[in-house]
């Protein structure tokens, strides 16, 4: 069965710390996509990676394809960043979403 | 600007009523999404559409409807068979097949009554 799994389900933070959201999924895969939610429900592409690491801003993803794993990382987190993040595995054809990582970074 | 907007954000309908949600892109896209969010579990898939008049169901499709006249409308009807139809609704788009990077619209909450 395809399945993408999210650790941790809640996650909260104080201003500047350092952030991982970890994403492991179960077979092989094309590619994994990060996405954020608004706490008003709409969701933005953050990241597509297929191997390695992307780095955009204090965001940056790595993917293992070894382990089949994958991480967000945030760095300074700041209240801005609050928001549910979300994996989401390409199998064939067909994207597989995690249940989502809900941040909270306080002030 | 482009992008993809959904209408209205908030839908209620009563028991047993059929509802139509709107989605539509100016970024010209071929390919179209509908997912349903529910609490604590990921974007389920309800129908895709590659192309113009050709639409495809996904893992939910029991209940709802769909229909691609036009490359930039992809409306989404929940029909009264829906059992559960209280939930988020997301519309998406891609240039071309999910391998690229989707686009989202805002969303619509339907709660039915």
């Known amino acids: 069965k395809n399945e993408v799994e999210q650790s941790p389900q809640n996650l909260t933070a104080q201003e500047g710390e350092f952030i991982t959201i970890n994403c492991s999924y179960s077979?092989?895969?094309?590619?994994l996509h990060w996405l954020q939610q608004h706490p008003g429900g709409g969701i933005v592409s953050l990241f597509m990676?297929?191997?390695g690491k992307k780095k955009h801003g204090r965001l940056i993803a790595t993917i293992n394809i070894q382990e089949k794993h994958s991480s967000l990382h945030i760095t300074a987190s700041h209240p801005r960043d609050s928001a549910v993040y979300i994996c989401?595995?390409?199998?064939?054809?067909?994207?597989?979403f995690g249940a989502g990582t809900i941040l909270r970074v306080k002030s | 600007d482009g992008g993809i907007t959904q209408s209205p954000k908030y839908l209620f309908r009563k028991e047993g009523q059929n509802v139509t949600l709107s989605c539509e892109q100016n970024l010209n896209h071929d390919a179209m999404y509908w997912y349903r969010q529910d609490p604590g579990q990921g974007l389920r898939l309800i129908y895709y559409s590659q192309i113009v008049n050709d639409f495809q169901k996904g893992d939910i499709a029991e209940g709802y409807s769909v229909s691609r006249e036009k490359k930039e409308s992809f409306p989404l009807t929940v029909t009264s068979a829906q059992k559960n139809p209280t939930a988020f609704y997301l519309c998406?788009?891609?240039?071309?097949?999910?391998?690229?990077?989707?686009?989202f619209g805002p969303g619509t909450r339907l709660t039915v009554l």
């Open positions: 990676l297929s191997s």
């Open positions: 998406a788009s891609s240039a071309g097949s999910s391998y690229n990077e989707q686009f």
């Open positions: 989401a595995a390409l199998y064939g054809n067909k994207l597989v």
């Open positions: 077979v092989g895969i094309s590619a």
